[in-house]
């Protein structure tokens, strides 16, 4: 069953803003993770931040790790039309085998 | 990072028939994982197959419906059997090869 849930489930910005997805969980997690679909495509890793971390930066991404409120953000500084797609976190359960347990996905939509 | 080609990238297939999703790795890996993703949805595990050994399925899904190989640590295939409409969906390989998943690119798969 999926675990996460994210917020807003559907985001239209300029190019140039931020833009801010928030996702939460329900159980203990090793790491969470970031992906990003195109247009119903595959899925591309973005970042992964693991429970012992509060904060990842890659590029134009930062996420952010609470593990008291068992959430987690994803901000894209600097939006392109580029970065139009689906975002989705996912969740690898403590206790459990490597298996990912997404949320339900933000998406984005940038426009020129 | 790994590669992954999956195959096919889509068809249109007629209910009561089968199909084989294929999914070649570049590389060795222990764990590939198949995933649905149901139109407008997130993804959804269906089952964790391992070389030499049964898949283990999800809740909800059951071996004679999609039923998995893995002959070796490179390869891996899902049928999805005696299709229904309901069946129609995105399906998506990946593994976990050390550091962050990889997908294949998926198979869009129309029930007609």
């Known amino acids: 069953s999926q675990q996460g849930e994210e917020d807003p489930q559907a985001l239209s910005i300029q190019e140039g803003e931020n833009a801010t997805m928030n996702c939460s969980y329900k159980t203990s997690i090793n790491n969470l993770q970031w992906y990003r679909q195109n247009s119903g495509r595959g899925l591309v890793h973005l970042i992964l931040i693991r429970s012992n971390e509060r904060e990842k930066h890659s590029g134009r991404l930062r996420v952010t790790l609470d593990t008291s409120k068992k959430s987690s953000s994803l901000l894209i500084t600097a939006s392109r039309a580029a970065d139009t797609a689906s975002y989705f976190c996912?969740?690898?359960?403590?206790?459990?085998?490597?298996?990912?347990?997404f949320g339900k996905g933000t998406k984005l939509t940038v426009n020129p | 990072s790994a590669v992954i080609s999956q195959k096919p990238s889509r068809d249109i297939c007629q209910r009561g028939t089968s199909l084989t999703i294929q999914c070649q790795v570049d590389?060795?890996?222990?764990?590939m994982f198949w995933y649905r993703q149901q139109p407008g949805q997130s993804l959804t595990l269906i089952a964790t197959a391992n070389q030499g050994s049964e898949a283990t399925y999800e809740s909800g899904f059951v071996i004679d419906k999609f039923p998995i190989s893995r002959p070796n640590l490179t390869f891996s295939t899902l049928t999805v059997s005696n299709m229904s409409p309901e069946d129609s969906s995105i399906y998506l390989c990946?593994?976990?090869?050390?550091?962050?998943?990889?997908f294949g690119s998926g198979t869009r798969l129309t029930v007609v």
């Open positions: 990946s593994v976990y090869p050390v550091d962050g998943y990889t």
């Open positions: 590389s060795q890996v222990t764990m």
């Open positions: 996912a969740t690898v359960p403590q206790g459990g085998s490597e298996k990912l347990v």
